[in-house]
């Protein structure tokens, strides 16, 4: 594991408080939808809990979150962790990073 830098909004901070999260990993998701000429999707996708492989991941400890990033993803900028969406599809997002092509 590879240690980076990473910062948290507000709005991350309290969603994670109020959700309880101690772990989080961003992964690459890659589908490829039925009846989509466009080949394949990919995405980077939040899950709430710690990587079970470790070596594939950066990894962050910031105000005792673990936080692990999928080294296929690719980091283009300053790291920060906040939050997309309303309500109840509210989600943690990784800015400062983005698919590879």
């Keep these: 594991m590879q240690a980076i830098n990473i910062s948290i909004s507000s709005s991350a901070k309290n969603f ?3 959700r309880g999260i101690t772990d989080i990993t ?3 998701e890659i589908l490829e939808p039925a009846g989509c000429s466009l080949g394949i999707v990919k995405e980077i996708e939040p899950a709430y809990r710690a990587a079970e492989n470790v070596d594939r991941y950066y ?12 080294r296929q993803i690719k980091i ?4 920060r ?21």
């Design 16 to 18: 994670i408080m109020k």
């Design 26 to 28: 961003f992964d690459l």
């Design 59 to 70: 990894y962050t400890e910031v105000e005792n979150i673990r936080i692990y990033i999928s």
């Design 76 to 79: 283009v900028g300053p790291l």
């Design 81 to 101: 962790l906040t939050t997309e969406g309303f309500w109840k599809l509210k989600r943690l997002y990784l800015s400062g990073a983005t698919i590879p092509l």
